[in-house]
């Protein structure tokens, strides 16, 4: 892997797109990570969670790379302090990805019947929401190209409403998921209760730092 500090060389954005590259993988492993889980194959729940747990480590040290690159002085058309902050929020994707693997691994749970389309629905728009963020991201060298202005700032600017929306949207499906989840309490385990409910924030996470780029991207255009 070439240093991120010869990236930087090229594009101050290069590097968060060789970390988000990452994050996607991390993002990736959720659908067949749930359809393992939901067909009760808990060696692949296993297996899946260790790729995650890999992929994420590998932004991790990216994300560390940056941090360190960012001490020499890296002339940046943006506020650093913003800049970090993408990173971080970038980085929190891959980490709640990480944490809904761990989760899983606790203890083999079922997937009750009455939760799975739901769920379902949830991981999928959770997973669109994140690639969508993803997708931002590796727009933003042309945003500098245009100095965050121009057709590709409205482009941008029409993305980042977009993924709001689909925030909005994924926190719907997550409530609906919760009061499904909360009306089977006298079905489940209580402890399988507590496990799902974690599992639930987590999908909502990942949504949620997703927004939280598109934020981050306007602030750098209406600077």
Not at 159 to 183: H, I, M, N, P, V
Not at 185 to 204: F, P, Y
Request: proline share 2%; hydrophobic share 45%.
């Amino acid at each position: 892997m070439r240093s991120i500090l010869s990236l930087f060389s090229k594009s101050p954005f290069r590097p968060l797109v060789s970390h988000i590259e990452k994050v996607r993988a991390c993002v990736d492993q959720l659908k067949p990570l749930f359809a393992a889980l939901e067909g009760h194959d808990y060696q692949a729940v296993m297996d899946i969670s260790e790729v995650i747990i890999k992929f994420e480590h590998e932004a991790d040290s990216i994300k560390d790379q940056i941090r360190q690159s960012l001490a020499h002085s890296v002339f940046l058309p943006v506020d650093k302090r913003d800049f970090m902050h993408l990173l971080s929020a970038q980085d929190d994707i891959a980490d709640s990805v990480e944490d809904l693997a761990v989760l899983l691994r606790i203890k083999n749970i079922e997937t009750p019947d009455q939760i799975k389309e739901t769920l379902k629905n949830l991981v999928d728009h959770v997973i669109n929401t994140a690639h969508m963020a993803c997708d931002l991201i590796c727009e933003l060298d042309v945003l500098l190209e245009a100095s965050f202005g121009g057709a590709e700032a409205e482009k941008v600017e029409k993305a980042a409403s977009q993924l709001g929306t689909a925030e909005w949207e994924a926190d719907r499906k997550q409530f609906l998921l919760a009061q499904q989840l909360y009306s089977l309490d006298d079905q489940i385990k209580t402890a399988d209760l507590i496990l799902w409910n974690e599992v639930v924030k987590n999908l909502g996470a990942v949504a949620d730092k997703s927004e939280k780029i598109a934020k981050i991207l306007r602030l750098f255009i209406s600077n």
